[in-house]
């Protein structure tokens, strides 16, 4: 079983920079999407950013022109380069990979990692 493991996140100021890395321990075939997450505190886990197998992105409107999502030509790591950090992108970040193997889908999560940014 392939696992996602995150890492990059900590404690920043507002308006400083943090890159999140997400490095999956093997390879996953089939990827449809490479994709980060956000969940704040009592509220639901919303998509940030998101790649597709072909390299397309895509992002939430709230990180548009802040944040950048990239990944290894191996697609085995996905990074979010998120700057011009605001205290509203305090959350748990967790990465995300979807596949699709001969029709059945098959989803993999990272265990989240924390970002802090102090107002």
């Known amino acids: 079983q392939v696992q996602l493991l995150e890492s990059g996140g900590g404690l920043v100021q507002a308006g400083g920079s943090l890159r999140l890395s997400c490095a999956a321990s093997?390879?996953?075939?089939?990827?449809?999407?490479m994709d980060w997450y956000r969940q704040a505190p009592g509220k639901q886990r919303d998509l940030v950013a998101s790649i597709t197998n072909n390299g397309d992105t895509n992002y939430a409107d709230s990180v548009k022109g802040r944040f950048t999502i990239s990944r290894d030509n191996a697609k085995t790591t996905v990074y979010l380069q998120m700057n011009s950090l605001k205290p509203e992108d305090t959350a748990v970040y967790y990465c995300?990979?979807?596949?699709?193997?001969?029709?059945?889908?098959?989803?993999?999560w990272g265990q989240g990692t924390q970002v802090t940014v102090s107002s």
């Open positions: 995300a990979v979807t596949s699709k193997i001969l029709g059945r889908r098959l989803d993999y």
């Open positions: 093997g390879r996953i075939v089939g990827i449809n999407t």
